[in-house]
């Protein structure tokens, strides 16, 4: 198939479209390469594939680029590209969440109603939850994001659920739970608390690490993205977990293990906009997608930890040039 990915610099990105041209899919990938982190980066997970035959990378904005004319051809879209972050979300920097959440995902819509590719699978996230009642967290409780990220994606998940109900567009939504290993972003927690633990700094924790997460390993992510492409119902959306939670604290132990050392923690305010627990009930993936996480928790935390030191020391002189 050709498979457009946008967002395909970013953490997840990267990866699916690794996993996509291993499939044997001609792949055209799409970045903007917006400043949320540094750009070299983004450069180094693209680097394997950029010379890979059956790969083009379009470095390129949704929201100014000719959308139909990057969807022609096209079989199936992968809608990754966003500002992620929660915390972040406040303030002026709201205005960036809109356009690169909302506004380039309707633009994307309204193209996609021209040229009909035959799946569009959008990355959803557990986010849009926010403090629901149910814990385990299923497709049909009910949604309250805490944040304005969580806000925007949820509208985003929404205007693709009308679009397929409108227009028959063959969408299907992903929530992703907390991602994690190989490429994560610099902004999440095991990615700051890691490259602490490399620099000998203390780690710093927000809330007193009694809040639990259903941590999602980046490959079992690619997983369900793969089936959801081949099976998944168009209009519907789905839990993408890891299948159980973990309270921060412990994972912190057991970075101890990973890394060998003992970290010091500093603990700081709670911030606004994270909910004390997240937990998908994975089911409807399961029954529908054949959606069967992998990963163990140690074993994905000591492949980000190789990651990690192995991408500080090119990127010192990838910064040093
Ligand atoms: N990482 C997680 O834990 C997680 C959890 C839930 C949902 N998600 C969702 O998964 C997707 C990927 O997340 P990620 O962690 O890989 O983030 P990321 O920031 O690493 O990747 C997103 C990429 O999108 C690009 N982008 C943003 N706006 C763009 C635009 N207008 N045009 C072109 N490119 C643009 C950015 O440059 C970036 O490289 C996002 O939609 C995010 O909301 C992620």
Same mark, same amino acid.
């Given at each position: 198939?050709?498979?457009?990915?946008?967002?395909?610099?970013?953490?997840?990105?990267?990866?699916?479209?690794?996993?996509?041209?291993?499939?044997?899919?001609?792949?055209?990938?799409?970045?903007?390469?917006?400043?949320?982190?540094?750009?070299?980066?983004?450069?180094?997970?693209?680097?394997?594939?950029?010379?890979?035959?059956?790969?083009?990378?379009?470095?390129?904005?949704?929201?100014?680029?000719?959308?139909?004319?990057?969807?022609?051809?096209?079989?199936?879209?992968?809608?990754?590209?966003?500002?992620?972050?929660?915390?972040?979300?406040?303030?002026?920097?709201?205005?960036?969440?809109?356009?690169?959440?909302?506004?380039?995902?309707? !633009?994307?819509?309204?193209?996609?109603?021209?040229?009909?590719?035959?799946?569009?699978?959008?990355?959803?996230?557990?986010?849009?939850?926010?403090?629901?009642?149910?814990?385990?967290?299923?497709?049909?409780?009910?949604?309250?994001?805490?944040?304005?990220?969580?806000?925007?994606?949820?509208?985003?998940?929404?205007?693709?659920?009308?679009?397929?109900?409108?227009?028959?567009?063959?969408?299907?939504?992903?929530?992703?739970?907390?991602?994690?290993?190989?490429?994560? !972003?610099?902004?999440?927690?095991?990615?700051?608390?890691?490259?602490?633990?490399?620099?000998?700094?203390?780690?710093?924790?927000?809330?007193?690490?009694?809040?639990?997460?259903?941590?999602?390993?980046?490959?079992?992510?690619?997983?369900?993205?793969?089936?959801?492409?081949?099976?998944?119902?168009?209009?519907?959306?789905?839990?993408?977990?890891?299948?159980?939670?973990?309270?921060?604290?412990?994972?912190?132990?057991?970075?101890?293990?990973?890394?060998?050392?003992?970290?010091?923690? !500093?603990?700081?305010?709670?911030?606004?906009?994270?909910?004390?627990?997240?937990?998908?009930?994975?089911?409807?993936?399961?029954?529908?997608?054949?959606?069967?996480?992998?990963?163990?928790?140690?074993?994905?935390?000591?492949?980000?930890?190789?990651?990690?030191?192995?991408?500080?020391?090119?990127? !010192?002189?990838?910064?040093?040039?």
């Amino acid at each position: 198939m050709k498979v457009l990915v946008t967002g395909a610099a970013g953490f997840i990105g990267s990866h699916l479209c690794r996993a996509l041209a291993d499939q044997g899919h001609e792949v055209t990938g799409v970045d903007a390469f917006t400043d949320f982190y540094p750009r070299w980066m983004k450069e180094s997970a693209l680097k394997p594939l950029i010379s890979r035959p059956g790969f083009t990378f379009l470095s390129e904005d949704l929201n100014r680029i000719d959308l139909r004319a990057l969807l022609d051809g096209q079989d199936a879209v992968f809608h990754l590209a966003a500002q992620a972050g929660v915390r972040q979300s406040w303030g002026r920097t709201f205005e960036t969440y809109v356009l690169n959440n909302i506004q380039n995902t309707q !633009r994307l819509l309204e193209a996609a109603r021209d040229i009909r590719p035959a799946k569009i699978v959008y990355a959803s996230s557990s986010s849009i939850y926010g403090l629901t009642p149910d814990l385990p967290m299923k497709e049909t409780s009910p949604v309250a994001p805490l944040s304005p990220y969580g806000v925007t994606k949820l509208a985003a998940e929404h205007l693709c659920t009308l679009y397929q109900k409108n227009y028959g567009l063959p969408v299907v939504s992903l929530r992703f739970f907390t991602v994690y290993g190989p490429g994560q !972003r610099p902004d999440m927690a095991f990615h700051r608390f890691l490259k602490s633990v490399l620099e000998d700094r203390e780690i710093v924790v927000y809330g007193d690490g009694s809040q639990t997460r259903d941590f999602t390993y980046v490959d079992d992510i690619v997983a369900a993205c793969l089936s959801a492409l081949v099976s998944g119902r168009d209009g519907e959306v789905y839990n993408v977990g890891g299948g159980h939670r973990e309270r921060l604290s412990n994972v912190i132990s057991l970075l101890e293990d990973v890394c060998g050392r003992p970290i010091r923690r !500093r603990f700081e305010d709670k911030q606004k906009g994270d909910v004390p627990d997240t937990l998908a009930d994975i089911d409807k993936a399961r029954r529908d997608l054949g959606y069967s996480p992998r990963a163990g928790l140690r074993d994905g935390l000591s492949r980000e930890w190789e990651w990690i030191r192995t991408l500080y020391d090119s990127g !010192r002189h990838a910064t040093q040039e």
